[in-house]
């Protein structure tokens, strides 16, 4: 007993100490590749932000802030940067709202299950640039499918709508197409969800009579909530760095009127030539991201603490 | 003085989620040269890849590593390899002033003899200088003319091609009464190529990007304003192809090609492009319509092609050029990259009998600033903003560019 605690005590003690160096030669490798494809690029972005840098991509020396001055004065930044909040809510939220039901149904024990499943994580797996160009020639202006249709429909008269072009369309097509993409990944996380959740819990609620919704709203979609945490916060991170599917579909325009930070950023370096302030966009986005990841790292460790 | 990148630029690779892979060639004990150029058609790798070929067999110590690339890719290339210090040894671009200003070219003497030099037409070489020395050299341009369907706009009454804005109004007035389907005229200002389909409607209203004269830039004034403003008249008219400033030149001229559209600014390479669409349409070719006050101009538009400065390379790129400029093999550049205005007085001679009439306008052509360094960056900004000035107000989308441009210099 003494001696077995003892061994116990030792342990614990040693363990702070040595344990980085032992493990060392088992994550080194991985802490090497994040050194080398995550750190130093962050530190490069940053120091490349702080460096006046012309059109012709030539670095000229230390400029201090200067380029986060210009981008600040951009007169455009706030209204993108509002877009970018709008757009990053509405896709995650969308998304959510409809994974719901989705996960619930593919959970159901119905025939032919397994291809609906198969069919709903197409369009997951396809590469999204593919995804986005199929949308763009769907909603073509005068060969796209969808105007065809809705005008065999007789539902589409006169001119057709130019769904990608027309910014009064263009933003929330990109929405939808930016939710169709996300809702796979999303609903599979919430049926891995729903699978986790106890039988025996679920019967004893039906048991004392709970009807379908109350056992849903009361026992489901609370055990959900860790679930929908990760692909709340998944989607975030994937939906503001959403770059595909905006520059395949409308590469930002007309002027900056479907512009993410994200294709701003790099509209800025390789349209406009405008390299400083993109660099500066580039830390600012990179910022946030972090912030989401932290936020990210304390939700996982809130709910594993709790398991 | 200025300092080359030496490292990544992150802060791009951060943001563009696109990476480009290059192919890895083992190195050789000769000199090898890299070189990179856009694909003006698919017929280029080809003519590449056998012009090397013989170029090598030619000149046993050196090797040549060719990298064909796209517009949309070589656009943003070109500015990531100078910041990433892979700088090529050879470009062909639409662009050469920011490097020639950043002292990273061969001074065009530097590669070719006087003969050969005196051989370029010499409006091209002109705009190939950066501070009165040329730094690049042209390889073939293209003007551009008012293309119009013969079928849609002489049934729709449409007796004379029109000459003036006014005439184009009443002609695509009458083409939208007689074909409600059909776009009369297409504008595309998407950001394609948007800077060169406003520069040659307000040229045609004496507007200009950049004054010569005062060396100045005058993106924002009257005339170009008034450019704008009839522009945007068509377009509510609803006499334009819906959402002008989203549509880009490649869309406009499928339109056309589909015998939707009834007139178009089109470039001298169009007809063999719409060879390639298989298109049907009988068009006619014209002087480009001018305003009242203005008179019919033709925008000029060039590539280039610049040799890079770095240690040891200077014999090679100079052979490598020099073979390019070698009467066959640029014949066979010409005929790969397709219809375009040779940059030589030998090659013009020859030329296709289409391409006449484009040549014929030349001496009434306005070219882009493009020796300036602030161009390429100006030139970015318009091609993104300009055609949301027919969506909100044109005067204050051509004040922001302005104010791009001055901030971006005069140099």
């Known amino acids: 007993m003494t001696a077995i605690s003892l061994g116990a005590k030792k342990v614990k003690n040693r363990r702070p100490a040595n344990s980085f160096l032992s493990a060392l030669p088992w994550i080194g490798p991985a802490i090497l590749l994040i050194l080398l494809v995550v750190v130093w690029p962050a530190i490069e972005l940053i120091r490349i932000s702080l460096t006046k840098i012309t059109s012709a991509g030539v670095l000229e020396g230390f400029n201090g802030l200067g380029n986060y001055r210009l981008l600040f004065e951009n007169p ?32 159901q024990n119905f025939p032919g299950r397994k291809f609906v499943r198969w069919a709903m994580i197409v369009p997951w797996a396809a590469s999204v640039v593919m995804t986005s160009i199929i949308w763009k020639w769907m909603l073509e202006l005068t060969s796209g499918e969808f105007n065809l249709t809705l005008r065999q429909l007789g539902i589409q008269h006169g001119q057709p709508v130019d769904w990608l072009r027309d910014p009064r369309f263009s933003f929330y097509v990109l929405i939808w197409v930016a939710v169709f993409v996300s809702i796979p990944f999303t609903t599979f996380v919430i049926l891995a969800g729903l699978q986790s959740i106890p039988h025996d819990i679920v019967e004893a609620a039906q048991v004392d009579g709970a009807s379908a919704w109350q056992v849903y709203r009361g026992i489901k979609f609370p055990l959900l909530r860790n679930s929908l945490l990760i692909a709340t916060i998944i989607n975030l991170i994937n939906v503001f760095n959403s770059f595909p599917i905006i520059w395949a579909l409308t590469r930002g325009g007309p002027g900056y009127n479907t512009d993410t930070t994200t294709t701003f950023a790099y509209k800025m370096a390789f349209v406009e030539y405008n390299m400083g302030p993109s660099t500066a966009l580039g830390v600012i986005n990179f910022g946030f991201i972090m912030l989401i990841v932290l936020v990210y790292l304390r939700v996982t460790k809130a709910t594993r603490d709790q398991a | 003085m200025k300092k080359i990148g030496l490292r990544r630029l992150s802060a791009i ?13 083992p190195a050789h004990a000769a000199t090898t040269i890299k070189i990179i150029t856009p694909n003006y058609t698919d017929a280029m790798p080809a003519y590449y890849a056998d012009l090397n070929a013989r170029f090598e067999a030619a000149n046993p110590g050196i090797k040549v590593e060719h990298t064909n690339l796209s517009w949309d890719d070589i656009l943003v290339k070109g500015r990531t390899l100078v910041a990433t210090n892979s700088t090529p040894d050879i470009m062909n671009l639409n662009t050469f002033s920011d490097y020639a200003a950043a002292d990273l070219l061969y001074k065009a003497t530097d590669i070719f003899d006087a003969k050969t030099l005196a051989d370029f037409v010499p409006a091209f070489i002109d705009n190939s200088k950066y501070n009165g020395t040329a730094y690049a050299v042209p390889d073939l341009a293209s003007a551009r003319m008012f293309f119009y369907n013969k079928k849609i706009l002489y049934t729709s009454g449409v007796n004379k091609v029109p000459t003036t804005w006014a005439e184009v109004t009443a002609a695509a007035k009458k083409i939208k009464a007689k074909y409600p389907s059909v776009y009369p005229i297409a504008i595309p200002l998407g950001s394609e190529e948007a800077q060169g389909e406003f520069a040659i409607w307000a040229g045609g209203n004496n507007g200009r990007y950049f004054d010569d004269k005062t060396k100045k830039w005058v993106i924002n004034s009257k005339a170009n304003v008034e450019t704008l403003k009839f522009l945007t008249s068509l377009v509510k008219a609803g006499l334009t192809q819906p959402s002008p400033a989203s549509t880009n030149r490649t869309d406009a001229f499928k339109l056309f090609s589909q015998g939707k559209v009834g007139m178009i600014n089109a470039s001298v390479f169009f007809p ?21 006050t203005g008179k019919s101009i033709t925008l000029g538009v060039q590539d280039y092609f610049m040799a890079f400065k770095k240690p040891g390379n200077d014999v090679a790129v100079k052979a490598w050029m020099n073979f390019l400029f070698q009467p066959t093999n640029y014949a066979g550049f010409l005929k790969a990259a397709g219809g375009f205005i040779p940059a030589t007085k030998s090659a013009s001679t020859a030329v296709d009998s289409s391409l006449l009439p484009f040549i014929a306008q030349l001496p009434n052509a306005i070219f882009y600033p493009g020796d300036l360094a602030a161009w390429p960056k100006v030139a970015g900004t318009i091609t993104t903003q300009v055609g949301t000035g027919v969506i909100y107000d044109a005067k204050g989308v051509l004040d922001k560019i302005q104010k791009v441009a001055v901030a971006a210099g005069t140099k």
């Open chain 1, 76 to 107: 455009d930044l706030k209204t993108i940067a509002i877009r970018t909040v709008i757009w990053v809510l509405s896709v995650v939220f969308l998304t959510v709202i409809i994974s719901l039901p989705l996960a619930q149904l593919i959970n």
């Open chain 2, 13 to 25: 690779a951060a943001v563009s989620l696109s990476a480009t892979v290059l192919a890895v060639v």
């Open chain 2, 272 to 292: 063999s492009t719409l060879k390639d669409y298989k298109s049907k349409v009988d068009y006619g070719v014209a002087p480009f319509p001018h305003s009242a």
